[in-house]
């Protein structure tokens, strides 16, 4: 039964399985999976809020991003999972955080090594020293600092 998941999950690239121990998870699931030489790890027992993270960025991926473009394969599908993980940790504005991003962004003085700075100061700035920055066509938008 699970031998066509056999054959597929080299061609991933996938190396680890995390999964929750919900019934529908059988044992040949995870002997298919070890016979692929792909690791699998469940989650805690009774722990229903493991992967509430994962749960939440997925929402996020679909709500803010998916639902907006009806994707043509796995390359396209790809190109807009990256941009969105790059908007979401490197300008989405996130309250836990202060609504500062996840990370700081990467300001590029050459092209070889990346000078991360931190979020800019809250200061009142007029309209014409802010750059907005599009991606996706313009579903995602970043407003920051012009350069100096």
Not at 91 to 102: D, S, V
Request: charged share 25%; aromatic share 8%; hydrophobic share 40%.
């Amino acid at each position: 039964m699970w031998t066509a998941l056999r054959h597929n999950w080299h061609e991933l690239g996938a190396t680890i399985v995390i999964h929750d121990r919900d019934t529908k998870f059988a044992a040949s699931f995870d002997e298919a999976l070890k016979a692929a030489d792909v690791k699998v790890q469940k989650g805690a027992y009774r722990s229903p809020n493991t992967n509430a993270f994962v749960e939440r960025f997925i929402q996020t991926l679909q709500q803010e991003c998916l639902d907006y473009f009806m994707v043509f394969g796995e390359k396209h599908m790809n190109h807009l999972v990256s941009e969105m993980v790059v908007h979401y940790h490197e300008e989405r504005p996130h309250q836990a955080n202060e609504n500062a991003p996840l990370l700081p962004a990467p300001v590029r003085t050459s092209k070889k090594k990346p000078k991360w700075i931190g979020t800019a100061p809250s200061n009142v700035l007029r309209i014409s020293d802010i750059k907005c920055r599009q991606r996706l066509g313009g579903l995602l938008k970043h407003y920051e600092r012009k350069a100096a």
